[in-house]
């Protein structure tokens, strides 16, 4: 799941190889066009040079301009577009302006989750194949490959499928996926490639070497614990960044640039529960001598160029986001000139770009327009109907009948895959508004209807809290509201994301009752905590059904990560909850919506 513990205003200003492998590839040559343009005569040895550095991120399956839950084109308030075939235009743009040999373009991770593309291509037709039959390529190996793509870092959301999707997914593409801090689990050696090394061609000179090394997020530990646990380990960025940065210097490097999936402002959204932080690219640009350049992920944010100052050499490194989804794209430009035989940054710049006013690229369009289509058709797929309309709107301060449907499957799947002993235990549930946008129709009801609703491919866990660690999560959740004192008018405008806590990160329970005190400071503002009627005590255990992201850590929850384990499952919740719907046939909020919860003020319902 998308991390995004960063403030966006506060911010706006294939095989396992040894540490040691060096892929030298895609040497690329200068004409005398470009010789010219570097201002010197033909056959006379340039001393200086230019040349750019292209960026993406996060693009989490976004080929085309597509909306696959709403079933539209994309459309956002501020006018994005979204995309690989129309950041593919401006990367064309850029190498025709600039020369193909002085382009390098590379992404900072998160590729192949996200959308109904990705998913189908995971889960539906998976491209690991099935039945003893091969299975289709990737459309963001078929899309990133066409674009010319030298590298690209692991993102955390690269090991939600499981190991054998991304393995294949590296196989398919002809440019390397890198995680220096990517380590076999046994071995401690890299599992991907740490680090390429490019070299671009400059005539009568001496090639500039480009070092692109590649660090992916520890939280990986945490979020995909079920995929990676004892097969791979990831240790910190600044740790291996320490490690690697030295040797692509002494290879003879004269850029060093690291594509981060990690991003900028030092926190961590799992708090103490790994020892490495989770966005630390500033961390690196700072702690680590020798760095030029790093291309940030994993924050989804808008950062078109921000300095930070190595302690120790004094020097300036230059990063840049790129925000998400192929909205925008970085262009670090460079300038070196050559000093006894090596290359020298006299220069430094990065912008982001804005592909919203461009055309798709064509070629994208017929290469993977047939797979667009049939997963638009899958989406489309009628799995029930509902007796009514299901909105998501008020889901952040009001307990509304479309968050039950995602409770009453998390509870009625546990409960069928608990041990006698289990079964006893009072049964909850909790989950997140992910989307203020969701609406399930009432009438016919699709796949997409219900994949617009749960958008992440998490599965489910039964862990059991007492009561008092119970309360305890649940006022950790209440710190998603600002504080509003009696007497004061709720604006809902401004009344969530308190502590730069989104949306997903906001757990609401169900199976208990409880008012939300918004009047109260943060850690007393539970309140009437009951269950059937009781109020809950200290020592009373209960089963609490929660999505394996939550239940291994993520967002920083207290005690849930420890928690012993009641049940497990490999199957995604949005899976099961279109299970749930074509099993029913219809979809009833009578069967499941409670009020169980609600926001107060003094005691007062705000609502």
């Given amino acids: 799941m998308p991390v995004s513990p960063m403030n966006r205003r506060e911010f706006m200003q294939k095989s396992a190889v040894t540490g040691a492998a060096v892929a030298a590839t895609g040497a690329v040559g200068a004409g005398t066009a470009q010789a010219a343009e570097a201002g010197h005569r033909p056959g006379k040895a340039p001393r200086t040079w230019s040349f750019s550095i292209l960026g993406t991120t996060d693009l989490h399956s976004h080929v085309f301009d597509w909306d696959y839950y709403l079933d539209a084109a994309y459309q956002d308030k501020a006018g994005n577009s979204v995309g690989v075939a129309r950041v593919a235009t401006l990367v064309k743009q850029q190498r025709e302006a600039k020369g193909e040999d002085r382009v390098l373009l590379v992404d900072a991770g998160d590729i192949i ?47 939600n499928y499981g190991i054998d999707v991304l393995r294949k997914f590296e196989s398919q593409c002809r440019f390397p996926l890198l995680g220096a801090n990517a380590l076999d ?177 064509p070629e994208i369009t017929r290469l993977l327009k047939a797979d667009h289509d049939l997963v638009v058709k899958y989406v489309n797929t009628p799995v029930g109907t509902c007796t009514q309309d299901l909105s998501a709107a008020e889901s952040c301060w009001k307990d509304v009948p479309i968050m039950d449907f995602i409770h009453q499957v998390q509870m009625a799947t546990v409960a069928t895959g608990l041990s006698t002993a289990d079964a006893s235990l009072p049964l909850i549930s909790v989950a997140a508004p992910f989307s203020r946008t969701a609406d399930i129709p009432a009438g016919s009801v699709t796949i997409k209807d219900i994949a ?68 109260q400071p943060e850690g007393s503002r539970i309140k009437n905590l009951s269950y059937k009627g009781a109020p809950v005590a200290d020592d009373q255990v209960f089963v609490v059904a929660v999505n394996n992201y939550r239940a291994n850590g993520g967002s920083g929850y207290p005690h849930i990560a420890a928690a012993d384990i009641a049940y497990s499952s490999t199957n995604e919740i949005r899976q099961l909850m279109i299970d749930y719907v074509t099993a029913k046939g219809s979809l009833n909020p009578a069967d499941f919506a409670v009020a169980n919860w609600k926001l107060t003020q003094g005691g007062t319902p705000v609502f």
Wanted: negative net charge.
């Fill in 113 to 159: 989750q996200g959308t109904s593309l990705a998913y189908y291509y995971a889960r539906v037709d998976p491209i690991t194949g099935t039945g003893g039959k091969h299975g289709p390529r990737h459309p963001m190996a078929v899309a990133m490959n066409h674009m010319r793509y030298d590298a690209a870092a692991l993102g955390n959301h690269e090991f």
């Fill in 185 to 361: 689990a046994k071995t401690l050696r890299p599992a991907f490639q740490p680090y390429t090394v490019k070299r671009i061609r400059v005539p009568g000179a001496p090639d500039i070497k480009v070092g692109i090394l590649g660090l992916t997020n520890p939280g990986i530990a945490l979020w995909d614990k079920d995929n990676v646990s004892g097969k791979m380990v990831f240790p910190g960025l600044v740790e291996q960044a320490k490690k690697y940065v030295p040797r692509l210097r002494a290879l003879g490097c004269d850029i060093v640039f690291l594509t981060d999936h990690s991003g900028l402002d030092g926190s961590s959204s799992y708090g103490d529960e790994l020892p490495y932080v989770e966005n630390a690219s500033n961390l690196v640009a700072e702690q680590v001598p020798g760095i030029d350049a790093i291309l940030v992920g994993h924050t989804h944010v808008e950062v078109p160029s921000y300095t930070v100052k190595n302690e120790q050499t004094g020097e300036d490194v230059l990063l840049s986001e790129p925000y998400c989804w192929g909205m925008r794209l970085t262009v670090f430009d460079f300038e070196v000139e050559l000093h006894h035989g090596q290359w020298r940054v006299t220069s430094k710049k990065a912008q982001t770009l804005n592909p919203n006013g461009v055309e798709e690229d």
């Fill in 452 to 519: 617009g609703l749960y958008i992440y491919d998490n599965t489910l866990y039964g862990k059991k809290l007492t009561g008092a660690q119970l309360k305890d999560y649940l006022e950790y959740a209440a710190k998603y509201y600002h504080p509003v004192p009696s007497g004061t008018k709720v604006d809902t405008a401004t009344l969530t994301n308190a502590n730069s806590f989104w949306d997903y990160m906001y757990d609401t329970a169900a199976g208990v009752d409880y008012d939300i005190d918004i009047a």
